[in-house]
């Protein structure tokens, strides 16, 4: 990819690329910005799929238009004015597809973007650490990235605050956050996630802990956490591995939707029920959820939200969910 000159505006929410090539992609690997000689383009592009994401953050920090001159200080520039990089997986195992390949493309994406060449993994939701990293750390070493597990390093803590890029696994919610809580790792890990624009990648019980709190996982408290408020990493609540009620079925224990109206009976945080396969994409203030690279025929993906007092809405896949962002509740 040549791009000998590209200017980057923030302008009303959206970003503008200009280059001197027609018809040229300029990639910082995931998002791509199309770029047409003479003309500003409002596409941007995630993986294999196209998008418009609105970076409100830029504004505040750009204040009109800045200039680079290479691809390479393009990305490091766009980097450092998102401050909030996040990648909720509902689940790493999805239907007709091998470990993690769903996210493939896009969690590959999403590493490059950010310069990502190592990942420090945090295991804590297993009990077999280096099994579970080994798992992990196999699938991105075959991407390309490299991962090491947190339980290698002497102090968790001076790890996170050298990490490149964070992902937290799935498996016990309440193992996990009570561990994080023990080793001292919820303001690190959050610091270095806002603050600091340290990218986080969690799947399943790794997405539960990244919101206000896991009132809202599915599963059993096997130990105590101090508390269940969370990492608060988006202000709102999300149900991974979401799966609509068998409306033929004759099982009678509650439905998922059931389940959180009786949360809501008690909280006001909205949660987004997360369907396997779907990722909402955190980038500053926006949010966008996106779907898996191909889907099945007869397989529900997105994610339908719930608020206390009101019809659950459902949204497809590349559908904005930024406005979740500015949830007070
Ligand atoms: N046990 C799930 C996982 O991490 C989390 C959940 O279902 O809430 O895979």
């Not at 699938?139 to 290698?152: A, D, E, Q």
């Not at 001076?158 to 990490?163: D, E, G, L, M, T």
């Not at 399943?204 to 809202?216: D, L, P, W, Y």
């Not at 997360?274 to 909402?280: A, I, K, N, Q, Y």
Request: hydrophobic fraction near 35%; proline fraction near 6%.
């Amino acid at each position: 990819m040549h791009c000998r000159r590209t200017a980057v505006r923030a302008k009303s929410y959206l970003v503008y690329i200009r280059t001197h090539e027609s018809g040229s992609f300029v990639r910082s690997s995931s998002i791509a910005f199309r770029c047409v000689a003479g003309k500003q383009k409002r596409l941007i592009r995630l993986g294999n799929r196209l998008t418009i994401y609105h970076y409100p953050v830029w504004d505040r920090h750009l204040g009109g238009t800045k200039t680079v001159a290479k691809q390479t200080q393009l990305i490091a520039f766009l980097a450092k004015m998102v401050k909030r990089n996040l990648f909720l997986m509902s689940s790493s195992a999805v239907h007709g597809f091998g470990y993690l390949e769903h996210a493939q493309t896009d969690l590959t994406s999403f590493f490059e973007s950010n310069s990502v060449q190592k990942v420090l993994f945090i295991p804590y939701a297993l009990t077999d650490y280096d099994a579970y990293t080994e798992k992990v750390g196999s699938v991105l070493k075959r991407w390309g990235f490299s991962c090491k597990g947190i339980h290698t390093y002497p102090d968790p803590c001076a790890a996170v605050q050298q990490a490149e890029a964070i992902y937290i696994g799935g498996g016990n919610t309440f193992l996990l956050l009570r561990t994080l809580y023990e080793k001292q790792l919820i303001d690190p890990i959050r610091d270095r996630v806002l603050n600091h624009g340290v990218p986080y990648v969690g799947s399943s019980a790794g997405t539960n802990v990244a919101t206000r709190s896991i009132h809202t996982t599915n599963d059993m408290p096997i130990v105590y956490p101090p508390s269940f408020e969370a990492l608060g990493l988006v202000p709102f609540n999300i149900n991974p591995h979401y799966i609509d009620p068998d409306v033929n079925g004759t099982h009678k224990g509650e439905t998922r939707p059931e389940r959180i109206s009786q949360f809501h009976e008690l909280n006001d945080a909205p949660v987004l029920g997360l369907r396997e396969g779907s990722t909402l994409f955190v980038g500053g203030e926006s949010a966008t959820l996106i779907g898996p690279p191909t889907e099945l025929p007869g397989v529900s993906y997105g994610a339908r939200l719930f608020r206390k007092n009101q019809e659950p809405v459902e949204f497809e896949p590349l559908s904005s969910l930024s406005f979740l962002m500015k949830e007070d509740a």
